[in-house]
């Protein structure tokens, strides 16, 4: 099992450019998130899914957009980027609500120019 | 809205010593805390964890205390080693629409010096 693997692992875009970042889970978990990390600011959920069809708005949403492709799939999207999206992104899982662990990606890098 | 706030940011510790790291949550339906932790340049991993129905948990050196009247949580890890240099996370889960909204704490830095 690889568990939760995200795409690409470092970039760096100019302001204005879009760009999509793809995680897959092979632990046929329901629920999958997406978290920026940031210094001193702990991990912040951007989106989640609850479930396959569903997403939904989390803490830090403005500016980006999600897609829940499938059960496995579930990618980030940054418009229009920002510097201020500069920002590890965290892809993560679980197997439903509240109690179960939060597996996350090894994470990538993303510096906006 | 949900909150939770973690001290200290830095520990600085000898090896074999104690290190504490304390949490308080906003929430009082927060029901599930879990601890992670995350090595330089690597992804967050769960160390241990602690539902609300549990006082303290245990796991070899390291050891989680809830008290919920108050509304805080602890990581303890004793006989420190350099290999627990990392930054760690705490954080709090309510129970929201069959997904694990979880809050996470700022992070402490822990330093173990040899």
């Known amino acids: 099992n690889a568990g939760v693997t995200q795409t690409p692992k470092f970039q760096v875009l100019k302001t204005g450019q879009s760009m999509t970042l793809q995680c897959a889970q092979d632990?046929?978990?329901?629920?999958m998130y997406w978290y920026r990390q940031d210094p001193g600011m702990g991990l912040r959920l951007i989106y989640y899914?609850?479930?396959?069809?569903?997403?939904d708005k989390g803490e830090v949403p403005n500016g980006y957009n999600v897609s829940r492709l499938n059960k496995r799939e579930f990618s980030l999207r940054l418009e229009s980027a920002a510097p201020s999206q500069t920002s590890v992104y965290f892809c993560?899982?679980?197997?439903?609500?509240?109690?179960?662990?939060?597996?996350f990606g090894e994470g990538s890098w993303l510096t906006v120019v | 809205g949900e909150n939770v706030e973690q001290h200290p940011s830095t520990l600085s510790v000898q090896e074999g010593d104690s290190a504490v790291i304390k949490c308080t949550y906003s929430?009082?339906?927060?029901?599930?805390f879990p601890w992670y932790k995350q090595e330089l340049g690597k992804r967050p991993q769960l160390i241990i964890d602690?539902?609300?129905?549990?006082g303290e948990k245990k796991d070899q050196r390291i050891a989680v205390t809830l008290n919920k009247t108050a509304k805080h949580f602890s990581l303890h890890i004793t006989e420190t080693q350099p290999e627990d240099s990392a930054v760690y996370f705490c954080?709090?889960?309510?129970?929201?629409?069959?997904?694990?909204?979880?809050?996470f704490g700022a992070g402490t830095r822990l330093a173990v010096h040899p």
């Open positions: 929430d009082s339906a927060s029901n599930y």
């Open positions: 899914s609850a479930s396959e069809g569903t997403t």
């Open positions: 954080a709090a889960s309510t129970p929201s629409g069959g997904y694990n909204k979880l809050i």
């Open positions: 632990m046929n978990h329901n629920s």
């Open positions: 602690i539902r609300s129905n549990v």
């Open positions: 993560a899982s679980s197997d439903g609500g509240s109690g179960n662990t939060i597996y």
